[in-house]
């Protein structure tokens, strides 16, 4: 239903900042929920920001708020993470999700994500 392409990951010092970028392939883009997930070794897969269709609500855990901002661009099939203030500790593989809009139950949980792209490394150093 839709193939989606990460970008934008890199080495960033701690307080620095990144955007993040996510291609989707579909003819139906505004029919999906987006989000962005991220893994670190032997850490559980973790919700960072989601985003409705439309781009009127998102939804962030408390670590992120303030910090992550998630946006979107229905015209170029295209979802984006700003990260600024960023920690060690947010250093993981970062995935961009989908999730079709009529069936999204619960934007917080990162497993409910049928749709995955491969990843962006984001290392953030001391």
């Known amino acids: 239903q839709v193939h989606l392409v990460e970008s934008g990951g890199g080495l960033v010092q701690a307080g620095g900042s990144l955007k993040l970028s996510c291609a989707a392939s579909?003819?139906?883009?505004?029919?999906?929920?987006m989000g962005w997930l991220r893994q670190a070794p032997g850490k559980e897969r973790e919700f960072v920001a989601a985003?409705?269709?439309?781009?009127?609500?998102?939804y962030y855990p408390d670590s992120m708020e303030g910090r992550f901002t998630i946006s979107r661009h229905n015209a170029k099939n295209t979802v984006y993470l700003q990260m600024n203030s960023l920690k060690p500790e947010d250093t993981a593989v970062y995935h961009c999700?989908?999730?079709?809009?009529?069936?999204?139950?619960?934007?917080?949980?990162?497993?409910?994500?049928?749709?995955w792209g491969q990843g962006t490394q984001v290392t953030v150093s001391s």
């Open positions: 985003i409705n269709w439309s781009g009127e609500n998102t």
């Open positions: 579909t003819r139906n883009f505004s029919a999906y929920a």
């Open positions: 999700a989908a999730h079709l809009s009529s069936d999204w139950l619960n934007p917080y949980n990162p497993y409910e994500y049928p749709y």
